[in-house]
């Protein structure tokens, strides 16, 4: 089976570090993509992860651990604006090439 | 300038009528998507073409019928609606299957059946 697990739910305040976490179990893995999602609004793209380690992006970093099947994103300097899901996504490339999206992650930032 | 445009945006209707959800993207990309988002939000593919060409078909019920008349263009027409389809459709497209990794989404266009 394949599937990808996160968090439900994570709460911060105003300028904190927080990290969302995502577990994954798939038939094949390229590698793991981070998408963030605003309330009435479109996924958007963030980071992707093909190799081991850690890739920074301004204030937003995403890691991987192949070996663990883990992964996580981590916003720095939290605001207000990044309340929003956040959903983790596999390549999945046995049969085709498609995105396998996490349950999702809702972050809420408080001042 | 808009990436990846949806209409309509909101749609209600009732129980066993037609309806047709037209998307475009002007970036350029050779492969679109149909997702599926539900009222817990998960996210789930239900196709995708490459180049007018399927290439990802979900377990979709067959009342769902995609059609791609060009590469900037996916439409997605629902037959014959039930109440369970009611949810959030969101077109999105990539550069190319490779590049799946990175989608750019549209609006989305949410469904109401009544």
């Known amino acids: 089976g394949q599937s990808l697990e996160q968090p439900s739910e994570v709460t911060a305040v105003e300028g904190a570090i927080v990290q969302i976490n995502c577990t994954y179990q798939?038939?094949?893995?390229?590698?793991l993509s981070w998408y963030q999602q605003h309330d009435g609004g479109a996924p958007t793209f963030l980071s992707y992860?093909?190799?081991?380690g850690l890739e920074e992006t301004g204030r937003f970093s995403s890691f991987l651990s192949r070996s663990d099947s883990y992964g996580y994103l981590l916003l720095q300097e939290l605001q207000m604006k990044d309340s929003a899901s956040y959903f983790c996504?596999?390549?999945?490339?046995?049969?085709?090439?498609?995105?396998?999206f996490g349950t999702g992650t809702r972050l809420q930032v408080f001042p | 300038d808009t990436a990846v445009s949806q209409t309509p945006k909101y749609l209600v209707t009732q129980m066993g009528n037609d309806k047709s959800i037209k998307c475009e993207q002007n970036?350029?990309?050779?492969?679109m998507y149909w997702y599926k988002q539900d009222s817990k939000k998960f996210l789930k593919i239900m196709f995708s073409?490459?180049?007018?060409?399927?290439?990802i078909n979900e377990t979709v019920p067959n009342r769902f019928s995609p059609k791609s008349p060009d590469k900037a263009h996916l439409n997605l027409h629902i037959n014959s609606l039930e109440l369970g389809d009611s949810a959030v459709y969101f077109c999105?497209?990539?550069?190319?299957?490779?590049?799946?990794?990175?989608?750019?989404f549209g609006p989305g266009t949410r469904l109401t059946v009544t």
């Open positions: 999105a497209s990539s550069h190319r299957t490779e590049a799946s990794y990175e989608q750019y």
């Open positions: 798939t038939s094949g893995f390229y590698g």
């Open positions: 992860n093909a190799l081991d």
């Open positions: 996504a596999v390549r999945d490339l046995i049969n085709t090439d498609k995105l396998i």
């Open positions: 970036l350029g990309h050779d492969t």
């Open positions: 073409y490459n180049n007018k060409e399927l290439i």
